[in-house]
């Protein structure tokens, strides 16, 4: 979403970006806000076709992946971008999801091979455990509506960072306990919060939380602070204010909105 | 007749602090006859506010036309969230140039594949139909006459003159220039040497797409680029207002609307742009605009200047 109503907590697509205190970079998601990532990028190891960056998808809906063809980094020779994912659910390949994306149709790209950096694509099993350079990842396979998505655990330099978006438990007051334990006593959990409480009935079975599924499951793991992601586009600055507030208000877990472009020390 | 923008962008929806003005939704315009009836060229992310606005105007299932110059994502990502397409009874008209062997609904079927998007198009409850449109092959939607026009683009796009109410338009994008390269469909590292065929066929675009801008009122045109810009990339298959309004000179355009704007251009460096090419356009008798998101603008009859749909956005705004 565009325009003043969203200029605080932002208008892009789904991307979060980790680095650990060596200085090794992890990325979730590749929604718009890589774009915007891409521009720093592109002025440090990247720029220079040195650059390497393992990148998580939780699935491939358009708002995860598209910024894909617009990341810059894609473009210089030498870099290694390595997507790691799930087979997508009621499709084929995850690699052949992504050539769909570049298909001539769509894209003047014409196919992931006419990316000039390194690029592969290792498909991953949800339960699967990943090493990557200064970080361990644990996935587990949340439902998302008629699907399901990734989850990923990510512990760096001692920290763990939860990311469950993209999630609507089956019953809201029981979240799943593989949730649970993938929140486990986690620094931080970023939760699906799509919605306001009060426009949850309604949207009920789409496949995204209401405010109050992140902090139930925050509550039960134990994590120690929990963002809210995920905003809805219909969600304005002042709007997701008001969530923060009332959600804030019903639990003792710090909770704030996640915003485009802020940085947070785990 | 009058056109409003709902998404002035190319490449990708650009979002901040740096596009409130000029806006940061990808490509979509809306045009409106004297009696109401509604066509909708290209449907990106700019889509999702005009069939907001659309839902709220209707009373029951209505039928739209929707014509797509081409089906690269920014001019195709609105439709998903398009929400008069969730309307049972319904019916949408895609119009698109079909290219290569693949089918229109497959294409259009592929945006909402399972992968993408949680509804197959066989879903949604609204009813698609898809068209064909072959460049010079002219055809009637309500009240407007349509004329498809070949562009240069990577894997083929159409521009299209609208008349409508005894005045007319057209929506020229997207286009590269056609000197320097031609745009089939394989991918371009860089500008490749033309053949002999290939020159008489740049020749033969550029001169059917003269003529059929002769005398047209407002041309809304690809100017994605600078000309410093276009220098480095002349194979992305976008043009400069140069370029542009050296076209319109030769149709005798009388007003040129600058279009599909890239993402790295900000609001300040909008307004010189604008600056620029309003005096550029002025020395060779050429109106020049530059399009921005909530514009309006009437076509035909006297020019009555720009009218703001969404009074939050526009040049003049947030600044004393």
Not at chain 2, 35 to 54: E, M, P, Q, S, Y
Request: charged fraction near 20%.
């Amino acid at each position: 979403m565009a325009g003043r109503d969203f200029l605080r907590y932002g208008g892009n697509t789904t991307s979060v970006e980790l680095v650990s205190r060596a200085g090794q970079r992890l990325l979730i998601d590749l929604g718009t806000g890589a774009t915007e990532l891409a521009k720093q990028l592109m002025g440090s190891e990247f720029g220079k076709g040195q650059g390497r960056l393992p990148i998580l998808l939780s699935h491939t809906h358009l708002d995860h992946i598209q910024g894909l063809p617009f990341f810059t980094p894609f473009f210089i020779k030498g870099n290694e971008i390595r997507i790691l994912g799930a087979k997508p659910v009621g499709g084929g390949s995850l690699e052949g999801t992504l050539q769909n994306q570049l298909a001539p149709h769509y894209s003047p790209l014409n196919g992931l091979e006419n990316l000039a950096a390194g690029v592969s694509i290792d498909e991953i099993t949800p339960g699967q455990r990943i090493a990557l350079p200064g970080f361990d990842v644990k996935t587990i396979a949340v439902p998302h509506g008629s699907m399901w998505t990734t989850a990923y655990r990510i512990t760096g330099d001692g920290k763990t960072v939860t990311y469950l978006s993209d999630v609507e438990y089956p019953d809201l007051d029981a979240p799943l306990p593989e949730a649970i334990e993938l929140a486990k006593d986690a620094d931080l959990l970023i939760h699906d919060a799509m919605h306001a409480d009060h426009d949850y009935d309604l949207r009920r079975g789409w496949g995204h939380s209401p405010a109050r599924a992140g902090v139930v499951v925050a509550e039960r793991s134990g994590a120690k602070k929990l963002a809210l992601f995920h905003h809805s586009p219909d969600a304005t600055d002042e709007m997701i204010d008001e969530v923060v507030q009332r959600t804030s208000a019903r639990t003792a877990v710090p909770v704030f909105a996640a915003a485009e472009g802020s940085y947070l020390e785990v | 007749m009058q056109i409003t923008f709902w998404g002035v962008r190319g490449s990708y929806p650009v979002p901040g602090a740096a596009t409130v003005r000029y806006g940061g939704q990808t490509s979509c315009v809306e045009a409106r006859s004297a009696k109401g009836d509604c066509l909708i060229v290209d449907a990106g992310t700019g889509l999702r506010a005009l069939g907001n606005k659309l839902m709220r105007e209707a009373t029951g299932p209505q039928r739209y036309d929707v014509l797509l110059s081409h089906v690269h994502w920014d001019h195709i990502q609105g439709l998903p969230f398009f929400s008069p397409a969730y309307v049972p009874g319904t019916r949408i008209a895609v119009h698109a140039l079909l290219t290569a062997a693949d089918e229109l609904q497959q294409v259009i079927g592929g945006i909402t594949r399972h992968e993408f998007f949680p509804m197959p198009l066989e879903a949604v409850p609204a009813q698609f139909d898809f068209h064909q449109v072959e460049p010079g092959v002219e055809f009637d939607l309500s009240a407007f006459h349509i004329t498809p026009i070949a562009l240069n683009h990577p894997f083929g796009s159409v521009g299209y003159r609208i008349d409508c109410d005894g005045a007319s338009w057209a929506y020229i994008a997207d286009t590269a220039p056609f000197d320097q390269v031609i745009h089939k469909q394989h991918f371009l590292s860089g500008p490749e040497p033309l053949s002999a065929d290939d020159k008489v066929s740049l020749v033969a675009m550029r001169e059917a797409l003269v003529r059929r801008l002769d005398g047209v009122d407002t041309v809304v045109y690809d100017t994605h680029f600078l000309p410093e810009e276009y220098a480095r990339f002349p194979h992305y298959g976008h043009s400069t207002p140069d370029q542009a309004l050296e076209i319109c000179a030769e149709a005798k355009v009388r007003r040129l609307v600058l279009y599909h704007h890239a993402p790295s251009h900000g609001d300040d460096q909008m307004d010189q742009i604008a600056a620029t090419y309003l005096a550029a356009g002025a020395a060779i008798g050429i109106e020049v605009l530059t399009s921005f998101e909530g514009m309006t603008l009437p076509i035909g009859g006297e020019f009555s200047g720009p009218e703001r749909t969404n009074p939050g956005i526009g040049p003049g705004n947030g600044r004393a």
